[in-house]
């Protein structure tokens, strides 16, 4: 009789919940989180969207990617080298790079405004300023293949084109190349991480933690060429 009083009472409750949809996917300035939620880290009074786990709905939503491109140059990954690449030792910075800075190949400000590229299928999960030095960033979710929950960063961007809850295609426009406003000659700082939340850390780290080497992990989750297809998301989403 207890059991079924509390399935029923369980049922009440997720009933509730459904009826406000918007509070799966808060579309405030930064992250997914209702402003409500407990779990949240406080900043100053006000929720900080740099650092939450996905909820159960949140990682329901992001999309399986079947294959992963380079974010910058083309669709494809072409017209691109890599400035400073994943985990080389910066002693000025104190640490090792978490990421690859990609630029086009007329190398400074020349790829300023370019197009960023999503690597994948996936859901926007962040995209704002977290301070000065990240610049616009952004953040996307995405489900591999092999099942693994995989994140892209794409930062220092001068423009967004995405907000939270977003289903982005792969090779669809996310933002475009920036400065972080004035404080780096312009080029995109991309990383990906194995995760389930959002946590934006820091550029250079002593250690490696979630993050992942970006080329290696493009490269091992990208197809033949001759099995070169359309992203299904992208596919859906033409009108």
Same mark, same amino acid.
């Not at 800075?101 to 197009?115: A, K, V």
């Not at 084109?161 to 780096?184: C, F, H, Q």
């Given at each position: 009789?207890?059991?079924?009083?509390? *399935?029923?009472?369980?049922?009440?409750?997720?009933?509730?919940?459904? /009826?406000?949809?918007?509070? /799966?996917?808060?579309?405030?300035?930064?992250?997914?989180?209702?402003? !409500? !939620?407990?779990?949240?880290?406080?900043?100053?009074?006000?929720?900080? #969207?740099?650092?939450?786990?996905?909820?159960?709905?949140?990682?329901?939503?992001?999309?399986?990617?079947?294959? #992963?491109?380079?974010?910058? %140059?083309?669709?494809? @990954?072409?017209?691109?080298?890599?400035?400073? +690449?994943?985990?080389?030792?910066?002693?000025?910075?104190?640490?090792?790079?978490?990421?690859?800075?990609?630029?086009?190949? @007329?190398?400074?400000?020349?790829?300023?405004?370019?197009?960023? #590229?999503?690597?994948? !299928? @996936?859901?926007?999960?962040?995209?704002?300023?977290?301070?000065?030095?990240? @610049? +616009?960033?952004? /953040?996307?979710?995405?489900?591999?293949?092999?099942?693994?929950? *995989?994140?892209?960063?794409?930062?220092? *961007?001068?423009?967004?084109?995405?907000?939270?809850?977003?289903?982005?295609?792969?090779?669809?426009?996310?933002?475009?190349?920036?400065?972080?406003?004035?404080?780096?000659?312009?080029?995109?700082?991309?990383?990906?991480?194995?995760?389930?939340?959002?946590?934006? %850390?820091?550029?250079?780290? /002593?250690?490696?933690?979630?993050?992942?080497?970006?080329?290696?992990?493009?490269?091992?989750?990208?197809?033949?060429?001759? +099995?070169?297809?359309?992203?299904?998301?992208?596919?859906?989403?033409? +009108?």
């Amino acid at each position: 009789m207890w059991i079924l009083l509390a *399935l029923l009472f369980l049922a009440v409750i997720a009933g509730l919940w459904l /009826l406000r949809p918007e509070r /799966l996917f808060s579309l405030r300035p930064g992250g997914l989180q209702s402003a !409500d !939620d407990p779990s949240e880290m406080p900043s100053r009074g006000e929720p900080d #969207f740099r650092f939450h786990t996905l909820s159960a709905w949140q990682a329901a939503a992001v999309p399986r990617a079947m294959r #992963f491109d380079l974010p910058l %140059g083309s669709e494809h @990954g072409a017209l691109v080298y890599n400035a400073q +690449k994943f985990w080389e030792m910066n002693e000025k910075r104190g640490g090792h790079h978490t990421g690859d800075d990609l630029n086009g190949i @007329g190398g400074m400000n020349t790829d300023l405004g370019d197009p960023v #590229f999503s690597v994948a !299928d @996936g859901l926007v999960v962040y995209a704002a300023e977290p301070s000065p030095g990240w @610049g +616009k960033l952004i /953040l996307v979710a995405h489900r591999a293949p092999d099942g693994r929950s *995989l994140h892209s960063m794409y930062a220092h *961007l001068d423009r967004i084109d995405v907000k939270p809850g977003d289903l982005v295609a792969r090779g669809s426009r996310i933002g475009t190349v920036g400065t972080a406003n004035g404080y780096y000659p312009a080029h995109l700082h991309f990383e990906m991480r194995e995760s389930h939340g959002v946590d934006i %850390g820091g550029g250079y780290s /002593l250690y490696p933690l979630n993050r992942l080497d970006p080329e290696k992990t493009i490269a091992s989750l990208r197809v033949a060429a001759e +099995k070169l297809t359309p992203s299904p998301l992208g596919l859906m989403k033409v +009108k």
